[in-house]
C-alpha cells in the first residue's frame, strides 16, 4: 500500500508567494542555522583542474555511489543547480538515511542547504539511499518560488532493498511531501528520475524478475504505476539494467542493457531504447543497437565489463534525445579479450539513432580495463570514495535545445593508479568529439565516482557550461575510508566548442588540450565536527 501522510499537495499557482520570500529570507541570514557562507574555509575544494566546490558533508561515501542515479540537476529557466543527497547524522541530520538538498543560485559559487530534510515528518522511518532527482518547472517561470525539486529513492525494508520512496519540495526550500510505495514487487537498489515540464517520470527496476516498472504524476495528487509490456521479463531475457530516461517536448527515451532476444554480443547483453509519445502511456518496442552491423563497431564482441574476476556483470551507460528526436546512446565496448585474465581492448561509443538504424562515434578509446580502482577492505568495504560501484560511469548531458551533447567518464591512465574524470563534448553537426580533457588530473586522489546534471547550461555566446560533481572522505588527500564522514563537490565547468579540435591520446593532459576553461567560482566549505560514520 501507499503510505500517505499529508491530505494535499500544492503545487506553483496556490503557493503563498509571501510565505516563500520570507523563507528564503531567513535562509539568507547568517543567524539561520541552514546559512552556508561563502568564505568559511574549513574544506577547501582539493586542487583540481576545475573549480569544485565544497557544498555538504554525507556521513560517508556510500551515498551517491551508483552509475545509473541522477542526484545533480539543473534548470535552464531559473538558472538554478540542486543536488539531493543523504544526510551526515554526526551534524545536522538525523540519519545517514536522512535526505537533505542545497540549491545554487549563482552557478555553484554559494550553496544553501535545505530547511527540512526530504522525508521532513511525512515519513517515519530515514531508510532511503541512493536518491535521484530533477528540478521540475511546470510553467517554464524564471522565479526560484515557481521551481521545485522532486526526489525518488531505494527505501530499505527489512534491512535490504524492496520498497520505493519519492517527495517533492514546497517551493525550493522545504519539503512539502514523501511518502512510500511498499506494493509488489520488491524493487531494487537501483530508480532514477526526469521530467519533460509536464509531467515527472521515475523508473524502478524489480527484483522479482527483470520487469523495470514506470511511475509518473503532474501534481502528486495522483501516481500512475505503468507496466509497460515492451519493458517485461520475457523483452529482457530474464536480466536489464534501465539507464536514466530523457525527454525533448512530448518524446520521451528510455535506455537499457539487457539480454534482449536478439543475442549480438559475446556476453549476450546488447544496448537498447524505447520511447514514448503520450507521457508515458504506451511505449515502443525496445530498438535494438546492433553494433556488428555498424562499420566502426563491428570488430567489438562486448559490451565493456568494467569489473572482472566476479559472476556479475557491471555495464555502465546513459541516453539522451536530439532536437529531431532521435535516441544518442553512450557506452562502452570491447574486443581482443584476454581468455585467462578476461583484459580487452575498450572504447566508449555513441550510438546514434538514424532513419536508417544505428550509427556511431568513438569518444575515447584504448581505455584502461582497470579503470575501477579498489583498496585494501576496511570493515567490509574497499577503500574507494564509490565503493567499486560506478565503473566508467559514462553519462551524457545535453543543451536545453538538445543540439549539444557533453560526455563524462571515469579513467586512469596506464601506470597511474587513481582515476580522473574526464568529458568530451560535440555539436550535433560536429563530425566527431572533441579530444577527451581530464577536469580533474589529481594523481594522488582517486575520483572514481562522479554525475553530471543532464541539461547544459548555453551562456548565449558560443560556450556552453556542465555541472559535475564527485564525492570524497572530508579532509583526505589520497586512499580514503569509505565509512568516514565525506564532502560533496559540484563544478561548474565553461566548454568553448570554437576551440581547434584535437585528436584523442591515451597520455593527452590538459595541459596539452585547447578548448576548455573553469568558470570563476569561490572555493568554500561548511563543514565542521566530522566523526565517523556508519552506513
Known sequence: MIKRFLLFFLMAGMICQAQLKEKSRLLNDPENSNYIPTKVRNYQSPETIADYVAVDTMSNTFGPSSFNINPLSYDPETDIICVVHRGNANTYAQGSGELWWNYSTDLGQTWYRSISSVQNTFIPQILARYPSMTLFNPTGSASINDLFGSFVWAEI?????????????????????????????????????????????????????????????????????????????????????ALIGASNEDILIQGFLARFEEEIGNGGWEPGVSKSTDHGTTWSECNVINWLQIPLTQDYTEIWDWKKGDELVSYAGDV????????????????????????????????????????????????????????????????????????????????????????????????????????????????????????????????????????????????????????????????????????????????????????????????????????????????????????
Open 320 to 535: 539522451h534525445i536530439d532536437q529531431s528526436g532521435y535516441a544518442h546512446l553512450v557506452t562502452g565496448l570491447s574486443k581482443d579479450i584476454d581468455t585467462i585474465t578476461g583484459i580487452g581492448f575498450n572504447t566508449l561509443f555513441e550510438f546514434i539513432e538514424t532513419d536508417n538504424g544505428w550509427d556511431a562515434k568513438i569518444i575515447a578509446e584504448g581505455l584502461d580495463d582497470e579503470s575501477l580502482y579498489e583498496g585494501p577492505d576496511v570493515g567490509g568495504y574497499a577503500t574507494d570514495p564509490a565503493i567499486g560501484q560506478c565503473g566508467h560511469a559514462a553519462k551524457i548531458a545535453a543543451s536545453p535545445e538538445n543540439d549539444f551533447f557533453v560526455v563524462q567518464w571515469i579513467h586512469h591512465e596506464p601506470g597511474i593508479e587513481n582515476c580522473d574524470i574526464y568529458i568530451s563534448w560535440r555539436h550535433i553537426e560536429s563530425p566527431s568529439w572533441s579530444a577527451p580533457m581530464n577536469i580533474t588530473e589529481t594523481p594522488e586522489m582517486n575520483e572514481d565516482g562522479t554525475h553530471l546534471a543532464p541539461t547544459i547550461r548555453d551562456n548565449n555566446d558560443g560556450t556552453y557550461t556542465i555541472f559535475t560533481m564527485y564525492w570524497y572522505e572530508a579532509g583526505a588527500i589520497g586512499p580514503i575510508t569509505a565509512l568516514n564522514p565525506s564532502v560533496i563537490y559540484v563544478a561548474p565547468v565553461l566548454i568553448d566548442p570554437g576551440a581547434a579540435p584535437m585528436t584523442w591520446s591515451a597520455d593527452l593532459t590538459v595541459a596539452d588540450a585547447g578548448g576548455l576553461r573553469t568558470a570563476d567560482v569561490l572555493t568554500f566549505g561548511q563543514m565542521t565536527g566530522a566523526t565517523n560514520g556508519i552506513d
Open 157 to 241: 525494508d527489512g534491512g535490504a532493498f524492496g520498497d520505493l520512496g519519492w517527495g517533492t519540495t514546497l517551493g525550493l526550500d522545504e519539503s512539502g511531501y514523501a511518502e512510500i510505495y511498499n506494493d509488489p514487487p520488491t524493487f531494487s537498489s537501483s530508480t532514477s528520475i526526469f521530467t519533460d515540464q509536464a509531467w515527472l517520470y521515475w523508473i524502478a527496476e524489480s527484483q522479482d524478475d527483470a520487469s523495470v516498472v514506470l511511475f509518473r504524476t503532474q501534481d502528486y495528487t495522483s501516481v500512475d504505476i505503468i507496466n509497460p509490456p515492451q519493458w517485461n521479463d520475457e523483452t529482457f531475457g530474464g536480466a536489464a539494467i
